[in-house]
């Protein structure tokens, strides 16, 4: 078709192509430009957010002061040592004279690559005692939970409790 066109025309109609296809590459630039200006903005406007937030030291302190902390499990024995000398500090201060701390066998944990290690404490103590160590349990930073509770009021000293208590924590396995 080119070839019955004379040399004029054939020129006009390679300028108009490179026109089209130009007007097409500006297009799909322009669309592309929109996108990396909005992208751009929302991006200067969160910066903007972000810089706005100021945390005074002494607050950041206080909230991080009531965050419990967590050590990362580690091989059973290691983990069963800490553990458990970390519960022994916590029914000292609390001013609970327990039994000596049983290893309760336990089962396969659904978190993969670890295990639960559990610990059962039988001691007998004051209910406000008992209430201190529960309020504290949360610092113990190898604690996972409290499995079972069993307190019996005590018929003859009201003040005084039996306490069975099972507690938890991850070891690897």
Same mark, same amino acid.
């Given at each position: ?42 991006? *200067? ?8 937030? *100021? ?9 991080? *002061? ?54 059962? /404490?039988?001691?007998? /103590? ?26 019996? /009021? ?20």
């Amino acid at each position: 078709m080119l070839e019955r066109l004379n040399e004029k025309d054939r020129r006009a109609v390679k300028i108009g192509i490179a026109g089209v296809v130009a007007i097409a590459v500006f297009a799909v630039g322009m669309k592309g430009y929109d996108h990396w200006a909005e992208a751009k903005r929302t991006l *200067s406007s969160t910066e903007a957010r972000l810089g706005a937030i *100021s945390v005074d030291e002494t607050k950041l302190a206080g909230l991080l *002061s009531i965050v419990p902390v967590f050590e990362m499990p580690k091989a059973e024995e290691e983990q069963k040592f800490l553990f458990r000398d970390r519960l022994n500090e916590q029914l000292r201060r609390a001013g609970i004279r327990s039994k000596p701390l049983q290893v309760v066998s336990g089962r396969k944990s659904k978190t993969s690559g670890y295990r639960m290690l559990r610990l059962k /404490c039988s001691a007998t /103590c004051r209910f406000t005692q008992l209430l201190d160590l529960l309020a504290n349990l949360n610092e113990n930073p190898y604690l996972v939970g409290v499995e079972e509770l069993r307190i019996k /009021c005590n018929p003859k000293q009201r003040r005084e409790v039996d306490m069975e208590m099972v507690v938890s924590t991850f070891v690897e396995g």
